[in-house]
């Protein structure tokens, strides 16, 4: 059965502070996703990444993909009050379109 | 503006009544899905629809139903609510898999308070 570890599953930082949360597996996947969720709504895509060892960079927002495809992880920098929410990482499950998610971290970041 | 809707924002019912969650989606898309969100937990998939009245068992489908009558409608029913299915629920569309991991389209989610 494959599964996504996250870590950590909280955090609470001062703004302008740096952080990296993870993703972790035991299986290879062919390509890992994050979305955010914002209080009250439902979660948005941040990024897919499909090459091992992929760096991609939205604004503040860092994600890595693995060398071998087994982890991910997203760096802010500078958190801004905007970043919290909760972050979900999530990969294909099978050939048909379904993902499994991981637990999920929250993010707090207080002004 | 891509759009998926879901009936209700809030709801509350008692334990036994038969509930009707109703998702609405403008994309023409042939996947559909309906996920429940605990704390913790992350979503966990209930069902999964690829096409007009097709569909295949998530994770917990335990208690659930789904029917999806139209390409843009997909409908979870819990037959005999039970506390224990108080939760967020989300439904979300994607297009259909190619080979590649297309992006899911969230509703903002229904909260299911069973009393």
């Known amino acids: 059965t494959q599964l996504l570890e996250q870590s950590p599953q909280f955090l609470s930082i001062q703004e302008g502070e740096n952080l990296t949360v993870y993703c972790n597996s035991s299986?290879?996947?062919?390509?890992l996703q994050w979305y955010r969720q914002e209080p009250g709504e439902g979660p948005v895509l941040l990024v897919t990444v499909v090459t091992g060892g992929e760096v991609k960079k939205l604004k503040r927002l860092t994600f890595q993909f693995g060398d071998a495809r087994k982890d991910s992880s997203l760096h802010i920098t500078a958190a801004q009050p905007g970043d919290t929410g909760l972050y979900l990482c999530a990969g294909p499950s099978g050939n048909t379109g379904k993902l499994i998610f991981g637990q999920g971290t929250t993010l707090q970041v207080k002004p | 503006d891509v759009k998926v809707t879901q009936s209700s924002r809030y709801l509350v019912k008692r334990t036994g009544e038969k509930v009707f969650l109703e998702c609405v989606q403008d994309m023409d898309h042939e996947n559909m899905f309906w996920y429940r969100q605990d704390p913790g937990l992350g979503l966990r998939l209930i069902y999964f629809s690829y096409d007009v009245k097709m569909k295949e068992k998530g994770d917990i489908p335990e208690g659930y139903s789904v029917s999806r009558e139209k390409k843009e409608r997909f409908s979870l029913i819990l037959e005999s609510a039970s506390t224990n299915q108080t939760s967020m629920y989300l439904c979300a569309s994607s297009s259909r898999w190619t080979g590649i991991l297309y992006e899911q389209y969230f509703g903002p989610g229904t909260r299911l308070t069973v009393t």
């Open positions: 299986s290879v996947f062919s390509s």
